[in-house]
């Protein structure tokens, strides 16, 4: 967790997905502006209201995600939700009668056993930089995410085969409306919002990351949301998580968050990635 000034650290984490979804929420819907000019009819498209029980899981899931950083390091966060195609694919199974082949049953089988390995791993050099290191806690929190992600891209899913014609940024706008209404009643209620608010307008640098990590999102969300809608779920989810290792990368380097040497050899996919360096 990065430290401002006077060694002080924003603990409320779970802030940050409220103002992203109010962040994507806005640029969405000045897109669907531009784009009702055009059209003249929106009846292929879904109610806003279908888009409640995703958001209320993309909600609580993200917030334990966030939580969990308190808990385990960010690389070990980041390899614990590489396995998300499970829940994706067991839930598309159960609940919409979703079908895949054996080749992506055996990745996604592949990616749970290297997760495992990797998080056998752990010592407390991984988490010697967290203010309250607690693994198990962490990847249970890691689950909980996991579980209701899978919920909420079957759910999508589903939205995107009733409704063929469906416009993947109006999905994007509403779906961020309604995370956007959930995270702001948590904020408001809890109290967590005005310690937000105290804390940005007492580090400057801590509200332009709040900007950045806001812009990053309504930007990324695009290329989600329209693979989302071309090619489903599940793609979006390998695709996310093949760069998941460069997410761990860029950690370790900018950041320091430490891996050990054991953790540095995966086997992803069938795909062997190694580290020419002896530690991390």
Known sequence: ???????????????????????????????????????????????????????????????????????????????????????VMLIGTMFYGKRYSALEYMCMSMIGVGISLFARKSSSKVTSKLAAPNAPLGYLLCFINLTLDGYTNAYQDEVNRKYKDNNPIHMMCWMNFWCALFNGLYLAVSGVGQQLLLFLSMHTAAAWDVVLFCLCGAVGQLFIFFTIKQFGSLVNTLICTTRKFFNILGSVVLNANPLLPQQWRLDF???????SSSSG
């Not at 060694?7 to 784009?35: D, H, P, T």
């Not at 996919?269 to 580290?275: A, E, Q, Y």
């Open 1 to 87: 967790m990065k430290q401002y000034a006077g060694g002080q650290r924003f603990k409320n984490l779970e802030a940050l997905n409220g103002a992203q979804s109010l962040a994507c929420f806005l640029w969405a819907y000045v897109i669907l502006l531009f784009q009702s000019r055009k059209e003249k009819s929106n009846s292929h498209l879904p109610p806003w209201t279908a888009y409640w029980r995703p958001a209320l899981t993309n909600t609580i899931g993200p917030a334990c995600g966030l939580i969990a950083l308190k808990n385990i390091s960010y690389p070990a966060q980041v390899l614990a939700k590489s396995c998300k195609m499970v829940p």
């Open 269 to 275: 996919d069938g795909k062997n990635w190694h580290n």
